[in-house]
């Protein structure tokens, strides 16, 4: 692949709209609010992962899905961080591609942090009253290709 293959923002604007939205989106989830979470997403938007067998498709079922997992989680003692980076955005007018590498790192209440999972996240993004919400989000774990 060459450069010119890899979409690019359009607007160090938009970038940065899209960077923070992520920003604000991922510290929710690791706070554990993952109502406030999976409201991030449209009425019908669509959660879709190669770790899971079916999509979670509308924001209820994404909500209880994250519900369950930030329970989970809690109930361990385990505290996730999701990391993102190489974000990569295009403009396509009523939405935006969004690809990112995300790294999950657990760390257990007295122990050390460790990478739990390297992943590809790519998302379609709707403009939303002046933000964003995610319509479709496909995540790929690297160690399930």
Not at 103 to 112: A, F
């Amino acid at each position: 692949m060459t450069v010119t293959e890899y979409p690019v923002a359009t607007t160090t604007d938009l970038y940065q709209q899209v960077q923070q939205f992520y920003a604000r989106q991922m510290h929710l989830l690791d706070s554990g609010k993952a109502e406030l979470w999976a409201d991030t997403f449209t009425r019908d938007g669509v959660f879709a992962a190669n770790a899971h067998p079916q999509p979670a498709v509308g924001r209820a079922v994404i909500a209880a899905s994250a519900r369950k997992a930030t329970d989970e989680y809690a109930a361990k003692g385990v505290q996730r961080r999701h990391w993102l980076g190489m974000l990569s955005v295009e403009d396509h007018g009523d939405r935006v591609s969004a690809r990112c590498y995300a790294l999950v790192v657990e760390t257990p209440r007295g122990g050390q942090a460790a990478i739990r999972a390297s992943t590809l996240c790519e998302d379609v993004l709707v403009r939303h009253e002046g933000g964003w919400l995610v319509r479709d989000r496909h995540v790929t774990r690297d160690d399930l290709v």
